[in-house]
């Protein structure tokens, strides 16, 4: 089956720009979660989604912000681009959440200029 | 919040030897503990969980770790390891009914022939 799909797998941005990165869960999936992931930081959970409804937010600006479609696909978006947000963003996805087991996409390798 | 601290940011090992990465969070309440394995230019990859039960679980790839619910710790073992295991691995944890997994810094492993 197809795995999680995440897009584009590269993005270079210039600061004060803001970005979408999109999320495609398995079929079936209905919770998405984000987690930025830095060599200073380690991998910071974003928020999650679950039907259309975030669950759960982590200590992020108002910069950051997501949602979830009917479909279950999901995409965050972050506003005013600053050079600290130059991370590798995960999108997981899971049945009905993080005890199913997270999978996780390959990432958006954001770089901000 | 749940703090993850993983007791080890390198384990060089050699091929066929045996490996154990340790792992222990804070809390002391009910926790869903998980290792996820991270190749380089990926996402993360489920190795295993522990939900509840048995304190000893099996996953993939020859892994299992062990609950100890006393000294809060969650530790990766196997007994014989592959150059193939070389990769980084995470351990996580997750408050029931919080949604979000909370890792820690990560351990990379380096097999050598």
């Known amino acids: 089956k197809a795995g999680v799909t995440q897009t584009p797998r590269y993005l270079i941005k210039t600061r004060g720009q803001q970005v979408t990165l999109s999320c495609s869960p398995i079929?079936?999936?209905?919770?998405v979660s984000w987690y930025q992931q830095t060599p200073g930081q380690g991998l910071q959970f974003l928020f999650e989604?679950?039907?259309?409804?975030?669950?759960n937010k982590g200590n992020f600006p108002g910069r950051f912000s997501g949602r979830q479609f009917s479909n279950s696909r999901s995409e965050m978006n972050v506003s005013t681009l600053e050079l600290g947000d130059s991370a590798l963003y995960l999108c997981?996805?899971?049945?009905?959440?993080?005890?199913?087991?997270?999978?996780f996409g390959s990432g958006t390798r954001l770089t901000v200029v | 919040a749940q703090s993850v601290t993983q007791l080890d940011s390198q384990v060089p090992v050699f091929e066929e030897a045996p490996v154990e990465l340790r792992c222990n969070y804070s809390?002391?309440?009910?926790?869903?503990l998980f290792w996820y394995v991270q190749y380089p230019n990926q996402g993360l990859q489920l190795l295993l969980k522990?939900?509840?039960?048995?304190?000893l679980v099996k996953g993939i790839n020859g892994f299992e770790a062990e609950f100890n619910k006393s000294q809060t710790s969650f530790h990766l073992r196997k007994p014989s390891v592959h150059i193939s295991d070389t990769a980084e691995y995470f351990c996580?944890?997750?408050?029931?009914?919080?949604?979000?997994?909370?890792f820690g810094a990560g351990t990379t492993v380096t097999v050598r022939a």
């Open positions: 997981a996805s899971s049945l009905f959440g993080q005890n199913y087991g997270y999978t």
């Open positions: 079929s079936g999936h209905r919770s």
């Open positions: 989604y679950f039907s259309e409804t975030q669950r």
């Open positions: 809390s002391s309440v009910s926790v869903y």
């Open positions: 522990y939900l509840s039960g048995s304190t």
């Open positions: 996580a944890v997750s408050d029931l009914g919080d949604y979000k997994l909370s």
